[in-house]
């Protein structure tokens, strides 16, 4: 939304516009991500009055979907909506959507995205699942009981998106978390696997032993996850190191830092890694 809306007088949907026609003439499929989200929006959007707020929300489902509807396999209608550290009831994340409309929010979300593309997978985001921690039992707790009252009401989701972006300081119980995972298909949703990437800050230096350590948790990771039948969709966030948001991050912290992340299936030239050959061997042996 702030990409899209960066002001209160702007609309500009040219980048999203390129987007689709690329994917149009190369035959890709197109994701959307995200149409609501509580963070990572512009001052004036979090300035807004709770009635402003959910008139923008709904206008701003109703101008993206009434514009794209069709053209996207799948939309991530709500992103995140989980955050213990707000300290409100259910976990909920803060935000003014959530002020607008309570956690109808999401419902509300879901019933327009259902009337404006009834063809796509309606996507319910989360993040922070996989871990084997404190912070990754309260997520998954708080998530599960969320899904029950979206469910209870009716909520037109399709597919829970899983974000897992793993950790190398991270502890992980993958056949634990496939639990979890086969626990929400029970419940009747397709699971997408939608932001997957290895943040290797805690692996050696050397480029090979990093690679090496990057690829065994892609591998772990897989293992456990793919053999579940309601897992349709493994979506990667980004495919080469340096096109990735850690790269980024890290150029931004560090300018002159020799060492960066490698986080993804391809290097900086787009070789495939052993990250590569890992993923390509879970998918082969996947039922």
Request: glycine fraction near 6%; hydrophobic fraction near 45%.
């Amino acid at each position: 939304m702030g990409s899209i809306r960066p002001d209160p007088d702007t609309v500009d949907l040219a980048a999203a516009d390129r987007l689709f026609a690329f994917a149009a003439e190369t035959g890709q499929k197109v994701r959307g991500h995200t149409l609501v989200w509580n963070d990572a929006l512009p001052g004036w959007i979090k300035a807004l009055s709770p009635a402003d707020a959910g008139r923008l929300m709904d206008t701003h489902v109703e101008t993206v979907l009434g514009r794209y509807a069709g053209r996207a396999f799948a939309w991530d209608v709500v992103n995140e909506p989980i955050a213990p550290w707000d300290h409100l009831p259910g976990n909920l994340r803060a935000g003014p959507f959530l002020r607008a409309y309570g956690e109808d929010y999401i419902s509300r979300s879901f019933a327009a995205a259902r009337r404006l593309d009834p063809s796509a997978k309606l996507v319910l985001n989360e993040a922070f699942t996989e871990t084997d921690d404190a912070r990754g039992e309260t997520f998954r707790q708080s998530f599960r009981a969320l899904l029950v009252r979206l469910k209870d009401k009716g909520t037109p989701i399709d597919a829970i998106g899983l974000q897992c972006h793993l950790k190398s300081r991270a502890a992980y119980d993958f056949p634990r978390f496939a639990a979890f995972v086969a626990e929400i298909a029970d419940m009747g949703y397709e699971i997408h696997v939608t932001e997957l990437d290895v943040d290797d800050g805690a692996f050696p230096d050397s480029v090979a032993a990093r690679d090496a350590r990057v690829a065994d948790l892609y591998r772990r990771f897989l293992a456990a996850v793919l053999p579940i039948p309601a897992v349709t969709v493994l979506t990667f966030w980004q495919l080469a190191d340096h096109t990735s948001w850690l790269h980024y991050r890290a150029v931004e912290k560090r300018p002159g830092a020799r060492r960066r992340p490698r986080p993804l299936p391809f290097d900086a030239a787009f070789q495939r890694k052993p990250a590569w050959h890992a993923v390509a061997d879970a998918l082969r042996v996947m039922p």
